[in-house]
Structure formats: structure tokens, C-alpha cells
């Protein structure tokens, strides 16, 4: 297992950049008949507590966020596989080897779709590599994030293609902050955040030596063809963080592609819709009613929309504790349709962005 690092700030949250990472920084290839590689990005959502194999228990006591779980129960991949055709938005049969036993069926995995993490679930920079054909087991072995959706979206589309995807994303980890840009330094003061630059160290760090980390594509190109991006809880929570999250945001996407030296490069955005008490009230544009983050990923809060930039409204994906794995409201309760359907959702806009 590789533990190389790029000298710099992955453990010095929140202080200045140091001068040593640009100079260490080397260009990205550009080879469009290389691997297909997208960046998913974010706080503990796009980590991903999506459960595998644990559901939910209906008669487990509300409002608790102790979980209850059960084995196959209400919500996790395992009983939407069983009960298929009760959940018609996908065929997660797709996901079992042996779709006639999916009680007991093993997970399959797709080795045209590679998934790489460096652990952010801790919220600590610098944990160890995760990194698998893609496959519902392929996060931790317990809990799965919008990688699996997306993948399967993106894998499809590229039929003929490999694809890498490479998750930078760490639980905690504010856009006011921990990913805060250079263009929002230059705009609003402060310091380069450690995150942002930690998305580009760990990118650096599988694509500078591809053939390391899987030997299978020793030698391959690659071409960098989208970004993912979901995180927001952080910030919705704070008074002061929230009203500045429509200028950080445009911000942090300018930066992105001038890093990855390409301005267009197609950008997709979940909405941080969790955290109701209830079943939220789903609103068509200006969204007047929503949050001041939520607004702003929505570009509903008086700031120009940039261009190749789509975002998706996740309310519609939040589903009640009463079906769902835990009363984890931040963590969307934990339920393996919404983190689903948020990466499919982000796959699905990646693609009619590629597809211009």
C-alpha cells in the first residue's frame, strides 16, 4: 500500500498552504482514449452511510438515533435486492451473483468501474486507501456512498471504456473551511483550506502512478472528465457559514477546473436536502422556502450559475425513520435507497452534461 504524501497542509487543517505543494504539483494527462476519471468530492455524505446489509426495524422507537437495526431489515441494499420489485427506479438484482437466492446471494462487482479512497470518514486526512472494482462492499464493508450509484450510471454509459473514480471526501469538513479555495481567500480573506488542496494531493497521488495502486492498467492514460460534488451539512448548520455558501460555491468551481486545467469541466451538485423532521415540503424554482445552502447549490440565491453545472434537488430522496435504518437525520437515516439514488441522480446529470 502506497502512504506517499505531497508535502504539504494534509494535516494542518486550516492553515495557509505552503509553497513546497504548487511546486510539487505535476500536470494532468489529458489522453481521451485513456481511463475515464471523475472526482467525487464532499463531507460525511459522500462518504456514505448508505447500509449494505442492516435495515430498519418499524417498530423501533421514533426519534431515536440509536440504532435498531435487523439483519436484511427495512431500507438497506440487502432488502431492496429481496424486494426488487418494490423499489422499480433500478434493478438492484444487478448488485446479488446469484439473483434466484438474494438472501444469501454474494455482492458482484463491476472491474470496468475502480474505486479509489484514501479513508475521510474519520474526518482525518491521510487514512488509509480504500480501493476495489466497484461494488456495493467496496467502500468499507458496511456502508456504501453515491460512488455506487453513480458508478453504475457512468460504467454503463462507457461501455467501452474503463472508469476510475476517486472519492476525496472526509465526514465534518466545511466548504467555508476545510475546502476553502484560493478565489475565495482572494475574495473574502482567510486561509486556503486543507481539504481543497488534500482533493488534488489524493488525485495526484492514484493518477501520477495508476499502474501502483492497479496493475491491470500499468502504463494507461487518463482523462479527468467530471466532478461530483456533495457537502453542505456543515455549513447549513452555521448563521454565519450559510449566507456566504452562494459566493463560496461558484468560487470553489472556478478553482476546481483552473486546478484541473479545464474550465468547463462538467460539475454536478446534490443538494444537502437531509435533516427534516418530517417529509420536506419539495418546491420548484426560487425554492423560497428552502435553506440558504440548499438555495444556493440550487442557484436560487442571486448568483449567476456557471456554465456545464448541473444540480439535483435531493428532498425528493429523503425518506421517514419509520422506513429507514436509523434516526440519524444528518446522515439521511442511513437509508440505502437515498444514498442510491443521490449518486445515480449526480451519474445521470454527469451524463447529459458529457453527452453536450
Same mark, same amino acid.
Given at each position: ?61 421514533? @426519534? ?12 438497506? *441494499?440487502?432488502? =431492496? $435486492?429481496? %424486494? +426488487? !420489485? ?33 479513508? @475521510? ?12 472494482? *466497484?461494488?456495493? =462492499? $467496496?467502500? %468499507? +464493508? !458496511? ?214
Amino acid at each position: 500500500m502506497i502512504q506517499r504524501f505531497i508535502t504539504t497542509t494534509l494535516t494542518l487543517v486550516g492553515m495557509a498552504l505552503t509553497q513546497q505543494a504548487g511546486a510539487e504539483s505535476k500536470t494532468w494527462d489529458n489522453d481521451p482514449k485513456g481511463i475515464k476519471v471523475f472526482i467525487l468530492a464532499g463531507q460525511s455524505n459522500m462518504v456514505g452511510y448508505g447500509k449494505v446489509e442492516d435495515g430498519g426495524n418499524p417498530a423501533w422507537e421514533k @426519534g431515536s438515533e440509536e440504532p435498531k437495526e435487523i439483519k436484511g431489515g427495512l431500507r438497506c *441494499l440487502r432488502e =431492496m $435486492a429481496i %424486494n +426488487n !420489485k418494490n423499489y422499480p427506479e433500478f434493478d438492484y438484482t444487478r448488485f446479488l451473483e446469484d439473483p434466484a437466492n438474494p438472501e444469501t446471494s454474494k455482492w458482484t462487482t463491476r472491474p470496468d468501474v475502480k474505486f479509489w479512497w484514501r479513508n @475521510g470518514g474519520s474526518g482525518k486526512l491521510g487514512g488509509p486507501i480504500n480501493k476495489s472494482d *466497484l461494488g456495493p =462492499m $467496496a467502500n %468499507n +464493508n !458496511k456502508w456504501f456512498g453515491p460512488e455506487l450509484g453513480f458508478g453504475e450510471v457512468i460504467g454503463d454509459y462507457y461501455k467501452n471504456d474503463d472508469v476510475l473514480l476517486i472519492k476525496t471526501a472526509w465526514g465534518g469538513h466545511s466548504l467555508q473551511a476545510n475546502f476553502r479555495s484560493p478565489t475565495m481567500v482572494k475574495n473574502r480573506g482567510g486561509e486556503v483550506g486543507a481539504s481543497y488542496q488534500a482533493i488534488f494531493d489524493c488525485s495526484h497521488e492514484i493518477l501520477d502512478d495508476i499502474g501502483a495502486q492497479f496493475p491491470e492498467w500499468k502504463g494507461r492514460g487518463y482523462q479527468i472528465v467530471g466532478f461530483a460534488w456533495h457537502q453542505g451539512f456543515n455549513d447549513l448548520v452555521s448563521k454565519t457559514d450559510a449566507p456566504l455558501y452562494k459566493d463560496n460555491l461558484p468560487d470553489f468551481i472556478e478553482d476546481v477546473r483552473k486546478e484541473f486545467n479545464n474550465p468547463n469541466l462538467p460539475f454536478v451538485i446534490a443538494t444537502t436536502g437531509m435533516g427534516h423532521n418530517s417529509q420536506p415540503v419539495i418546491e420548484k424554482f426560487p425554492f423560497e422556502n428552502y435553506r440558504d445552502v440548499e438555495r444556493a447549490q440550487l442557484w436560487a440565491a442571486g448568483v449567476d450559475k456557471p456554465a456545464n453545472v448541473l444540480s439535483i434537488d435531493t428532498r425528493p430522496f429523503w425518506h421517514p425513520v419509520e422506513v429507514s435504518p436509523s434516526g440519524v437525520g444528518h446522515h439521511w437515516h442511513h437509508n440505502a435507497q437515498t444514498y442510491f439514488m443521490i449518486g445515480k441522480s449526480l451519474g445521470e446529470s454527469m451524463v447529459d452534461l458529457i453527452k453536450k
